[in-house]
């Protein structure tokens, strides 16, 4: 038996509770077993945990849409049992039994080594948001190098900094030399977006509204987990030939934007997806997170909770509750 958070459906309404399962019970659908360590709570776990959004496509479903651990039973040829391993996306936790559990049974062709430096409770304190805002990061990084854009000429935008995504992505950029500039909802949160190597913070206030197609050119690069007008106004103000990382929506799936300061200025919008990215890109991105991450940040962006306790969690995250990252230990 094993505990797991299950999300049922029935007349009375959508819930999640958390109970115990028999191996038994696993999906048919994959070939290796893992014991689970941790799992994390995403900005999407947050809509499956609530069902604010029909993340969730077929029930009864274990949400969780990442997981590490270690190997129990494997069919598959590349995976071993003992093996240390990490997964994100792929529709689990949302179309196939997810990580806020203490077990799971996938394909084998959706599971990354762990890398060697990182552990279970590191790879989870990331989780799908620290690992997109490391794929943000190489898309701007792969930019920069073609454009010869050096670290430090300028500045480097991370909306929604207060949350996930946003904290990670300060931590990354400002290791690699950057100028960041936090925009926040929170400023309170000031000292600590700081502490993460933000150089300044403005208010959110300052980009969610409509606003000019063409504004001052300030941006070398930006990373964006809001969307909707927010993205609209960071492509406005955005340098000549400069870059932005589209990831998010938490103010809205809307883009409200004009073509001026692509076709005026030549800027690019990248889109990033974690949940289909090819292997090659989410290795590449797990192991630079090994090789350059700052432990300390990840420490100070991260919070351990349990996992009956990542039920009450979902509604916090929705509501710009959770500051950085949520671990959770399913052994707690
Ligand atoms: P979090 O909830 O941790 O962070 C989102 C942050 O956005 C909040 O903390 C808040 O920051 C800001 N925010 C919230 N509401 C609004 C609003 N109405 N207007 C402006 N800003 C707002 O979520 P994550 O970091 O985990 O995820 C961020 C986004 O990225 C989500 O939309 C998520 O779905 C998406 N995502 C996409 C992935 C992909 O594959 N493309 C993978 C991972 C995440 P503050 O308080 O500082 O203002």
């Known amino acids: 038996m094993f505990k797991a958070l299950v999300i049922t459906k029935p007349e009375a309404g959508y819930r999640c509770d958390l109970t115990e399962l028999d191996e038994a019970q696993l999906p048919a659908e994959g070939d290796v077993t893992v014991r689970i360590d941790y799992s994390t709570v995403n900005y999407k776990d947050g809509l499956a945990l609530t069902g604010k959004a029909p993340v969730v496509r077929s029930f009864p479903m274990v949400p969780g849409i990442d997981f590490a651990g270690t190997v129990t039973h494997s069919a598959h040829p590349k995976w071993n049992t003992g093996d240390r391993v990490l997964l994100n996306g792929y529709g ?114 300052e980009l969610n509204a409509a606003g000019k197609p063409l504004q001052k050119e300030r941006w070398i690069g930006v990373v964006d987990s809001v969307g909707s007008h927010t993205l609209a106004n960071a492509c406005a103000s955005t340098r000549y030939g400069g870059a932005i990382a589209a990831c998010g929506l938490a103010q809205g799936m809307d883009l409200p934007a004009s073509v001026a300061p692509f076709i005026l200025r030549g800027i690019t919008l990248y889109g990033i997806d974690s949940v289909m990215a090819p292997m090659a890109q989410r290795e590449a991105a797990w192991s630079a997170l090994d090789r350059t991450l700052d432990r300390a940040q990840l420490a ?14 979902g509604a916090d995250i929705l509501a710009g509750r959770v500051r950085g990252r949520l671990v959770v230990n399913v052994n707690a």
């Open 92 to 205: 689990v936790g949302e179309g196939h039994w997810g990580g806020l559990a203490q077990m799971a049974r996938v394909k084998g062709d959706w599971l990354v080594a762990l890398p060697a430096g990182l552990s279970a409770r590191d790879a989870m304190s990331l989780g799908t948001a620290g690992y997109t805002a490391m794929l943000c990061v190489l898309a701007l990084q792969r930019h920069w190098a073609a454009a010869g854009t050096a670290p430090g000429s300028g500045e480097v935008l991370v909306t929604g900094a207060g949350g996930g995504v946003g904290g990670v992505a300060i931590s990354l950029l400002a290791g690699l030399g950057h100028t960041v500039v936090a925009s926040t909802g929170r400023p309170q949160e000031a000292d600590y977006l700081k502490s993460l190597g933000a150089a300044s913070v403005i208010h959110r206030d």
């Open 300 to 313: 100070a962006i991260t919070q351990e909770i349990g996992l009956q306790d990542a039920i009450a969690a």
